[in-house]
């Protein structure tokens, strides 16, 4: 099977390559042909030839990137068995942003799954994870260490609540990341009955345009305007990360700092970045549904394509599943950290 899966897929500088099909899934360089598991920027980049992804995941690369992302665009269907080359290909739900998918490649009966990131926990703003059986899973391991076990959702978005509860004079400043976590976060609170606005930083406005746009429902969610700062007390405003520490916050009626990520779990991290109300919410899996997923797929070998690899290829082991790290480089959690590109937090003060 290694053999026949190294046919399949195999590691160039720009990342995993299928030489029967004679493309890229998710390149961290410019390439002829791209598969894109999601629109987050560590995996969809600008400047492919043609590039094949879900509808909603083409539509985000070109709020981010522009109309002229790449050449050619096509839409992935899910479930949608597609020839490429001398391989068959299906993307199915990765359940980890809008539009993610995991990409199935097939050969004489062999497939591998590339699942780029994913989660199993339930999202309101996308569709659910589905396991797609495979010889060779390809997985992520960005919270890959069995201390890494994500709370319930519900409970973290009630802690915010609450403490808006507890404060009704301070704003309430919560710091996530503008694809995907940000949504999640809006309509995690409106499950959980908070039904006033959802004040948003100026970074965060176009994708969740889209997101409504996509028929996610997320409530009235006007962009802040510099001059009603002061006044917005009791309010929850969501920003980019990067924004909870500068100036752009503080001129909020004394602030409380929220961060969701699932690196909240990590006391330090919280403190580090000076966050009063770490909301440990994550769009990755933690440690048992990685494990979980890949005992679902039934694969006899794993890769691990980033975060903390060795763990998870340890574990594999003592299942005996044969599993190696594929210490990519160019992926992370950390690449959502940054503001979209051409975007200036200074700017954004200076308009917002
Ligand atoms: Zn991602
Ligand atoms: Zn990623």
Same mark, same amino acid.
């Given at each position: 099977?290694?053999?026949?899966?190294?046919?399949?897929?195999?590691?160039?500088?720009?990342?995993?390559?299928?030489?029967?099909?004679?493309?890229?899934?998710?390149?961290? $360089?410019?390439? &002829? +042909?791209?598969? #894109?598991?999601?629109?987050?920027?560590?995996? =969809?980049? %600008? *400047? @492919?030839?043609?590039?094949?992804?879900?509808?909603?995941?083409?539509?985000?690369?070109?709020?981010?990137?522009?109309?002229?992302?790449?050449?050619?665009?096509?839409?992935? $269907?899910?479930? &949608? +068995?597609?020839? #490429?080359?001398?391989?068959?290909?299906?993307? =199915?739900? %990765? *359940? @980890?942003?809008?539009?993610?998918?995991?990409?199935?490649?097939?050969?004489?009966?062999?497939?591998?799954?590339?699942?780029?990131?994913?989660?199993?926990?339930?999202?309101?703003?996308?569709?659910?994870?589905?396991?797609?059986?495979?010889?060779?899973?390809?997985?992520?391991?960005?919270?890959?260490?069995?201390?890494?076990?994500?709370?319930?959702?519900?409970?973290?978005?009630?802690?915010?609540?609450?403490?808006?509860?507890?404060?009704?004079?301070?704003?309430?400043?919560?710091?996530?990341?503008?694809?995907?976590?940000?949504?999640?976060?809006?309509?995690?609170?409106?499950?959980?009955?908070?039904?006033?606005?959802?004040?948003?930083?100026?970074?965060?406005?176009?994708?969740?345009?889209?997101?409504?746009?996509?028929?996610?429902?997320?409530?009235?969610?006007?962009?802040?305007?510099?001059?009603?700062?002061?006044?917005?007390?009791?309010?929850?405003?969501?920003?980019?990360?990067?924004?909870?520490?500068?100036?752009?916050?503080?001129?909020?009626?004394?602030?409380?700092?929220?961060?969701?990520?699932?690196?909240?779990?990590?006391?330090?991290?919280?403190?580090?970045?000076?966050?009063?109300?770490?909301?440990?919410?994550?769009?990755?899996?933690?440690?048992?549904?990685?494990?979980?997923?890949?005992?679902?797929?039934?694969?006899?070998?794993?890769?691990?394509?980033?975060?903390?690899?060795?763990?998870?290829?340890?574990?594999?082991?003592?299942?005996?599943?044969?599993?190696?790290?594929?210490?990519?480089?160019?992926?992370?959690?950390?690449?959502?950290?940054?503001?979209?590109?051409?975007?200036?937090?200074?700017?954004?003060?200076?308009?917002?």
């Amino acid at each position: 099977m290694s053999q026949r899966a190294s046919d399949l897929l195999t590691l160039t500088r720009e990342g995993l390559y299928c030489p029967l099909g004679r493309f890229h899934v998710d390149p961290t $360089r410019p390439v &002829e +042909r791209a598969l #894109i598991t999601h629109g987050h920027a560590d995996h =969809a980049r %600008a *400047g @492919h030839g043609t590039v094949l992804a879900t509808p909603e995941t083409l539509r985000i690369m070109a709020v981010r990137y522009g109309e002229d992302f790449c050449t050619t665009r096509q839409e992935a $269907r899910l479930g &949608e +068995r597609m020839r #490429i080359g001398d391989v068959t290909v299906f993307f =199915a739900p %990765a *359940g @980890h942003v809008l539009g993610s998918a995991q990409i199935a490649i097939e050969r004489d009966g062999k497939r591998i799954v590339v699942s780029g990131d994913y989660k199993r926990a339930p999202d309101p703003t996308c569709l659910p994870f589905e396991v797609v059986p495979c010889d060779v899973f390809i997985t992520e391991a960005t919270f890959g260490l069995p201390v890494f076990r994500h709370p319930d959702t519900r409970g973290e978005v009630r802690k915010l609540i609450d403490s808006v509860t507890l404060f009704p004079e301070r704003a309430h400043i919560v710091g996530a990341y503008a694809l995907g976590k940000a949504q999640r976060v809006m309509a995690l609170l409106r499950e959980e009955g908070w039904d006033r606005p959802i004040h948003l930083h100026g970074a965060m406005e176009k994708l969740t345009e889209l997101y409504k746009r996509e028929g996610v429902p997320l409530g009235e969610t006007p962009k802040v305007v510099a001059a009603d700062r002061k006044s917005l007390h009791g309010a929850i405003v969501l920003c980019p990360p990067s924004s909870i520490q500068d100036v752009w916050s503080r001129k909020f009626p004394d602030p409380v700092t929220a961060f969701a990520s699932g690196w909240m779990r990590v006391r330090a991290r919280a403190r580090q970045k000076g966050v009063e109300l770490p909301l440990v919410i994550s769009d990755h899996s933690d440690w048992p549904d990685l494990c979980r997923t890949i005992l679902d797929t039934g694969a006899e070998e794993v890769w691990v394509t980033h975060g903390q690899e060795d763990a998870l290829v340890h574990w594999c082991g003592t299942r005996g599943i044969r599993a190696k790290p594929l210490h990519l480089l160019g992926y992370g959690d950390d690449g959502e950290a940054e503001p979209d590109p051409g975007h200036d937090p200074r700017m954004e003060e200076a308009s917002a």
